[in-house]
C-alpha cells in the first residue's frame, strides 16, 4: 500500500525547544516537499528536495532545516528560530517526470506554547 | 504579484448540481502546469486533476474537469453532480517549466459546501 506518512499527527511543544517532524514515502519518487499552512490560507513552500542529499529553500525557508539522506525519508526540523511555529504541516512527494503531480501526507499539527 | 488567484473564499451547491470554482494564474512561461487538490477536513491534501500549457483538450477525470481558457489565463474546476462528500477545500496550482521541477505555487483556497 503506497504513500506518505507523516507522525506524529498532533504534537505539542514549549517555546524555545527544537523539533524535528517526520516524512516516510514508499512510492519511489525523488521528490518531496515540506509546505506550511495556517488556518483559512494555502500552502507555502518552506524547503523541497528533487534528489537524496540535496534540498533548496522554498519561500519561508527561515526557521527550519531538513535533511535528505534516503530517497525515502526527508524530515523537517522546526528550530527555536522560528517565531511562529504553530501550524498545519504537509509533506509532498512527486515522481511524474512530466506532471508532477504532488502526493500528500496526513499532515501534522503543531502547537507551541 | 500573485501568481495563481481563487476568488471565491467560500462556494455554496445543491446537492446533484454542478459548481465550477474559478482559478486565474499569471506566468509569462509558454510550458506550465496547473493542478488542483481537494483538501477534506481531514487535512489531507488530493491529487484531483491536471492540465498542461500545450494540452489541446480539456482534462477530464471521473466528475471532474478542468475549463482550460488559455488566453484568459483561466483554469476553472468543474465538478457535476455534486455530492455531499464533495464539501472540502479546493486549490489550484501551478509549476512552471523555469522553475525546479515540481515546485508549485498555491491559490489561497475556495471552500465548498454541498447542501443536501
Known amino acids: 500500500d503506497g504513500g506518505i506518512t507523516q507522525s506524529p499527527k498532533y504534537l505539542f511543544r514549549k517555546e524555545g525547544q527544537n523539533v524535528t517532524l517526520s516524512c516516510e514515502q514508499n512510492?519511489?519518487?525523488?521528490?518531496m516537499y515540506w509546505y506550511r499552512q495556517d488556518p483559512g490560507q494555502g500552502l507555502r513552500l518552506i524547503y523541497y528536495s528533487q534528489i537524496v542529499n540535496d534540498f533548496q529553500k522554498g519561500d519561508i525557508a527561515e526557521g527550519y532545516s531538513v535533511s535528505r539522506e534516503k530517497k525515502e525519508s526527508f524530515p523537517l526540523t522546526v528550530t527555536s528560530a522560528q517565531k511562529n511555529p504553530t501550524a498545519f504541516y504537509l509533506c509532498a512527494s512527486s515522481g511524474h517526470r512530466e506532471t508532477h503531480e504532488q502526493y500528500f501526507g496526513p499532515g501534522t499539527r503543531l502547537t507551541v506554547t | 504579484a500573485q501568481k495563481i488567484t481563487q476568488t471565491q473564499p467560500g462556494m455554496f451547491v445543491q446537492e446533484k448540481e454542478a459548481v465550477t470554482l474559478d482559478c486565474t494564474y499569471d506566468?509569462?512561461?509558454?510550458?506550465?502546469?496547473l493542478f488542483w487538490y481537494k483538501q477534506p477536513s481531514s487535512g489531507e491534501m488530493i491529487f484531483l486533476i491536471y492540465q498542461g500549457s500545450y494540452d489541446q483538450q480539456n482534462a477530464t477525470e471521473g466528475r471532474y474537469s478542468l475549463n482550460f481558457q488559455k488566453a484568459r489565463k483561466s483554469a476553472n474546476l468543474v465538478i457535476s453532480a455534486s455530492q455531499l462528500g464533495d464539501s472540502a477545500m479546493y486549490f489550484c496550482?501551478?509549476?512552471?517549466?523555469?522553475?525546479?521541477?515540481?515546485?508549485?505555487?498555491f491559490g489561497d483556497g475556495t471552500t465548498l459546501t454541498v447542501k443536501p
Open positions: 506566468t509569462s512561461d509558454p510550458s506550465y502546469g
Open positions: 512510492l519511489n519518487h525523488d521528490a
Open positions: 496550482a501551478m509549476r512552471e517549466r523555469d522553475t525546479n521541477a515540481g515546485k508549485s505555487t
